[in-house]
Nanobody, 122 residues
């Protein structure tokens, strides 16, 4: 069993910063791609950032230059540093990861647990 647990959300004023974390745990051999998504009620889920195992990153245009994704492979953890946050950044943030399990099988884990809520106020 593999699971992802997000944390670090909260309420922040416009222009402020937050750092989100997502830890993968369970029967893991290695993790390749990792992503951060956000979900706003009434809107489609949006992928905001991607990072490969080697550190290659891509960002949604809406967050480029403000958010930074990083990872710690030793800790099976991915981070999202959010700066200059705006009201449009409000939402529930989730992570996803492509995980190779100890038996050699590979799965993409993005089961939507509670995520972590980010609320930006002006």
């Amino acid at each position: 069993q593999v699971q992802l647990v997000e944390s670090g959300g909260g309420s922040v004023q416009s222009g402020g910063s937050l750092r989100l974390s997502c830890v993968a745990s369970g029967n893991i051999r290695s993790i390749s791609d990792m992503n951060w998504y956000r979900q706003v009620p009434g809107k489609q889920r949006e992928r905001v950032a991607y990072i490969s195992r080697s550190g290659t990153t891509t960002y949604a245009d809406s967050v480029k230059g403000r958010f930074t994704i990083s990872r710690d492979n030793a800790k099976n953890t991915v981070y999202l540093q959010m700066t200059s946050v705006q009201a449009d950044d409000t939402g529930v943030y989730y992570c996803g990861a492509r995980i190779q399990r100890a038996d050699g099988s590979t799965i993409y884990v993005d089961e939507w647990g509670p995520g972590t809520q980010v609320t930006v106020s002006s």
